[in-house]
């Protein structure tokens, strides 16, 4: 593989003259600049350059070429390489166009003509999305030998997709170059899921934690004491450990999976400030991730907190490896999760076939498969939308007779335009069918049951706060969301200072709660970003009131 690629498409000569010299004025010779002159040779360049493997970084396509418009080339590019950022050059005639393939072509981004001076124009934008395009690889040449419906296979992809970190799968059911490497390194098939490094080391079904040393991810803080301490790494975490560093506090984000919480795992994010194209999750995730790190922040993953203690004037937490950490004040940014699906035959089937979050390791593997979205959230909405790119077919699965009253607007609006997509109202689930994987389920509507067979199932219902590590020392409401504030009581119980609690402050002193975890929040990630932002600012001021 050699150098990245950007490329060019313009039917006007003297306009792709233009781009081709700003393109190799900025970028060469980090990136190679080709272009082409039509939808369908770029096509066809395309394709080439996939069979020769060779990496292409970003697209920048007129919209009006008489031969192939550019809204209809760009999504045609996302099957030879859907990472590939994706940019629709247009007139200001064509801004309506441009803001169709949005969500028509996944465009990233769409930009007008003139763009002179492209040092304010053009570059700033490109720059952005190459950044977020060429991620550094923490480790090279990474392979995943597994069984594509292992539960400890899935949940390995999992990760590394989700901590971007690059990995080759390896099905060794179906993939003979699998099969030869499982031989060479000395296992057999019950030796799976097996990592193997770039040097040769062979990893034999790895702790999270011991992967995580071996491709480059950190695990163990520096300092037995900081200042402020986020334990969970979702909007509202990272929000807290970019404000954190950047006003001068040694700050610690811990994480016990992978940054960006549920937000992490979105594929399209629409309604966030600033991003009139929309931005998916993991780019987010990676964006605020970089931005923290930058500005002093250390990111611990994998780090599971299991508990905590008061030790005044400091929080003490404890880590799954018996590590302490002191913190002058903590935030509680774990978030929630997905409840499970309660019902015959889904508990053995997780992983295999049902998931708790649609990712592109799940979507590809269900490319050209009937699978099954069950939730009326946004979250739910979006998984549909995702997966309908890859899957024959998907089937919304909703209790409620409306979307509306539960989805956003744009999001009803997005499903009911899919042709692949389909909703039922009134049904859920009573049962999962299959032996080794989902091959069905038993769908009630009223008091009617029936069996349907499906591929996949992806589940999104109910959220349960990430609160067990708490027990005994904050107090939560009955369903285990953290309760702070005035939500506490006027006066608190037992709340030890003359003072009331700050905003957000839990009925620990100097432990904060902010985002989806926090009893009454708003569960949006912009409002998980500001309350992570706020919650630095009251850590400030009970540290000056200590």
Known sequence: MGTPILLAVDD?????????????SRYQPHYAVMTASSGPQALDLLRRLRLRDDAVALLLVDQ???EMPGTELLAASRRLYPDARRVLLTAYADTDAAIRAINDADVHHYLLKPWDPPEERLYPFLDDLLQTWRRPPPVANLRLLGDRWSPAS???RAFLTRNLVPYRWLDVQGDPQARELLELAGLDGGALPAVVLDDGEV????????????????????RAAYDLVVVGAGPAGLAAGVYGASEGMSTLVTECNAPGGQAGTTSRIENYLGFPVGLSGADLTLRAREQAVRLGAELLVPAEVTGLRRADP?????????????ASALVVATGVEYRTLDVPGAAGLAGAGLYYGAGRPEALDHAGGRVFVVGAGNSAGQAAVFLSQFAASVTLLV???SLGATMSAYLVDRIAALDRVTVEHGTEVAGVLGGRRVEGLRLRTGSEEREVAADALFVFIGQAPRTAWLDGVVRRDERGFVLTG???GTPPPDW???VPPLPLETAVPGVFAAGDVRHGSMKRIASAVGEGAMSVRFAHEHLARA
């Open 64 to 66: 009006r070429m008489p």
């Open 12 to 24: 006007d000569v003297p306009v792709l003259a233009a781009v081709e010299r700003d393109l190799r």
């Open 154 to 156: 899935h949940a390995l």
């Open 496 to 498: 030890p200072l003359a």
């Open 314 to 326: 400091y929080t003490v937490v404890r880590l799954a490896d018996g590590t302490e950490i002191s």
């Open 399 to 401: 209790r409620g007779s």
């Open 486 to 488: 005035t939500d506490l």
């Open 203 to 222: 990893l034999v079904q790895p702790e999270l934690p011991r992967l995580a040393s071996r491709i480059g991810l950190r695990s163990r803080a520096e």
